[in-house]
């Protein structure tokens, strides 16, 4: 049997002429660094959960990607993330929505699945979970980069209506 | 959002998926992400799925269960399934992404916008691309 990881960094109105060089190599770099987490833990042998928590966690730190730090912000200037993770052997599950301060929201979605009876928690509750599981808590403003805040505001001064068009996400 | 499915060396399958949303959502909105069926889901009888995109549409195509039911119960092949799916989202006025991987190692992504940031990696190598080929 082979190994194998595929892992995307979202999609959107990204074409050549909209993607600055910097931005595309930060993005190929990341997306490098994601495959170098997963594939360390396959290529040994080890499990497609561990693997796929790995690689999402590597790109939740990336700002370069709407998750974890860098989220886009919603209309009142915050950050609110969700993540879900599921194990094909058994079909557990475990997910998150709405959280404001932890950090490693996949690590959260996992916990879940693996500590708690239920599959989805969110808002305040999925946010002391996480603490009460040790998952690092931080304040909202960690999450927030001056790129998706100038999006916010560009977004509000054209109206306000949320990004139907993924133009940022 | 982010995501990522693998297959390991005993064939089990996983799927992860995160995100911050849509930038200027309001009223406490939760897209597909979250919601395993929708844009995460996993089934070593089928795949794994994870998506991105305008989570509204995925909800409502139930994307991820519906890619690894087509090819659990109706039989299809993954990029088949794949593309069915990526369909039906549009149909439902939708634009994004799926990638995909079986318990056999067997992968497959697409995606209905002007890009997707993707990766893969396995015994094989590597590919990394933004926009479509």
Redesign the interface.
Known sequence: ????????????????EN?TAEQ?EL??AG??L??DA??AI??S?????D???A??RA??ENPA????R???????GH???????????D?R?G????MRTTRA??AA?RAAMEHSPH??L??EGADRFAAEQGIEQVDNRW?VTPE?QA??DR??AAG?????D???? | TIGAVACDSRGHVAAATSTGGLTAKRWGRIGDSPLIGAGTYADDRAGAVSATGLGESFIRAVAAHELCAQIRIGGEGLRAALDAVLADVGALGGTGGLIAVGPNGESAWGFTTPGMYRASAGPEGRQVAIYAE
């Open positions: 049997m082979t190994w194998k990881l595929v892992i995307h960094g979202g999609c959107g109105a990204m074409r050549p993607v595309e993005a190929r997306l490098n994601a495959l997963g594939e396959l290529a042998g080890g499990a497609a959960l693997a796929v928590e690689a999402a790109l939740e990607f709407n998750a974890g860098g989220s886009v912000l919603t209309a009142d950050v609110e993330l969700d993540a879900a993770i599921m194990d094909g052997s079909r599950a997910a998150v929505a709405g929201p996949i979605a599959v989805l969110t808002y999450f998706r999006q916010l977004i509000m306000g209506k949320f990004d139907t993924i133009k940022y996400g």
